[in-house]
Structures are given as C-alpha cells and as structure tokens.
C-alpha cells in the first residue's frame, strides 16, 4: 500500500501546522518555512487557490494519504447524503489503519497502517490488511492472537498505558483483550482539529 514516506518535518514547517505529533515537535522548534533562508523567511500572502490547495495537502498529509487516494475519498464523500466536508472527515476516521492509532494500538498512523498491511488486525473475526477498509457500526476489531505474542503487542498489554487510554466517544477499547468497536460513526468534532473541509470541497469544485 503506497503512503507518504517524505520528511515530515519539512513538510509541517511549510504547511505551517504538524501534521504529526513528530512534525509538530520540529514545528515548534523552528515555526519558518524551510529554505535557506530560515527564520527570516516571510510567508507570503496565498491566493484562494492556495489556501484551497493547502488545506487539500495539510488533511492529505495528517491522513497519510497519496494524492489520488486523497481523491477517491473525496469522490466517495461528495456521492454520500448530507454535507460533502462532514462526509470527508468521517471517512477518514473510518479508515481502519486511522481506527487503529484511534484505539491506542499505535502510536502513529504510519506505524498503524504498517500493523494493518502485516496482517495483525482482524475485522469480525476475518483479518485484514487493507489499511482503507472503512470500518461500519457494530464492527470489532481486534489484534490476532498470533500477534500478541509479539514483543510489541506483549509490552502494549503489559505496559499500563494502553489501559488508562481512552479512545474517542465513538470507539470502545477492552485493553486486556485488544480489541475495539465501533459504536457510532465518527462526526465533525470527531475528526483532525485544524482542517477547513470547506476549503478542500472548493478546490475539488473548481
């Protein structure tokens, strides 16, 4: 499954928001658009378009997304009843990798997605390793077995961090036994903060 694998840093610092936890740590640290000229580069004043554009690429990239899955989501969203942004988020959410790093299983989507495509994950009881499978009401989803014999599944459960979690309201998390369900759909507020929907509707409408 093909993902973003770039610097994420560099990507944060020109798109002027941390599109990971370790992308917003190196944002932090130097809040200027890469290039040699550093801190004393301005950010120029950006056109419709560009705002448009980047808000398309700060969703894309928080998401861990491609340009054209990017697209296929949005196509997928715009086909859907009600409103074409709220339908973009929530499909988002429900990406299996994206409910994977919501339930605590992981603790990016990058490292997600790679528990996903390596077959640990099952869905209702069949594994999946389709990190786009979108996930419905009712669904339960849990770490194989097999997998937990893992070291890195063994310190999960061992460690008290996975216990003391607490996932999103529409997520239930049983830390003893791995698994989570899906209790409602996931809403606006539910999503990534910091993302004008609206504005990557627009672009997609030109």
Do not use: C
Request: hydrophobic fraction near 30%; aromatic fraction near 8%; avoid cysteine.
């Amino acid at each position: 499954m093909a993902r973003y694998r770039g610097p994420v840093g560099k990507v944060s610092r020109r798109l002027g928001i941390g599109i990971t936890e370790k992308g917003q740590r190196i944002y932090n640290r130097r809040p200027f658009p890469p290039g040699q000229h550093g801190p004393n580069a301005r950010r120029r004043q950006v056109s419709d378009y560009g705002q448009q554009l980047l808000e398309k690429q700060k969703a894309r990239y928080m998401y861990g997304l491609l340009e054209q899955q990017f697209r296929r989501v949005f196509e997928r969203a715009s086909r859907m009843d009600g409103v074409t942004g709220e339908n973009l988020l929530s499909l988002l959410e429900r990406r299996l990798d994206n409910v994977i790093y919501r339930l605590g299983f992981a603790t990016t989507r990058a490292q997600a997605r790679q528990i996903v495509t390596h077959g640990h994950i099952v869905v209702n009881g069949r594994k999946t390793n389709i990190p786009s499978f979108s996930v419905r009401i009712g669904d339960v989803i849990t770490v194989r077995p097999q997998s937990r014999e893992r070291t890195y599944f063994k310190n999960l459960a061992d460690g008290n961090d996975l216990s003391r979690y607490r996932p999103p309201e529409w997520l239930r998390l049983n830390a003893a036994q791995m698994t989570g369900e899906i209790l409602a759909l996931p809403r606006r507020e539910d999503a990534e903060q910091g993302i004008n929907e609206q504005l990557i509707v627009e672009y997609y409408s030109r």
